[in-house]
């Protein structure tokens, strides 16, 4: 069970880590940041349950929340300096 919440966190990363970019640029990067701290804190209230499916569902949105932050957060550093 461990491994296959591991592989869910990393493939929701994986997938959703080109179109989270273009986002950033097409809706904005304060909105995505926004967004970001959101769906961490979701993720992060998910980890207190132990259904099985909570926990996947954690997994995906600590996905989500990752490939956000490596995306917007690197285009604003980017752009900045």
Known sequence: ??????????????????????????????????????????SCFTYHFQNMWILVLGRILSGISQSLQYSVFESWLVRRH
């Open 1 to 42: 069970e461990i491994q296959s919440l591991f592989v869910t966190g990393c493939l929701s990363a994986a997938i959703l880590g080109a179109p989270a970019a273009g986002l950033a640029d097409f809706v904005g990067r304060k909105k995505v940041v926004m967004a970001y701290f959101m769906t961490y804190a979701a």
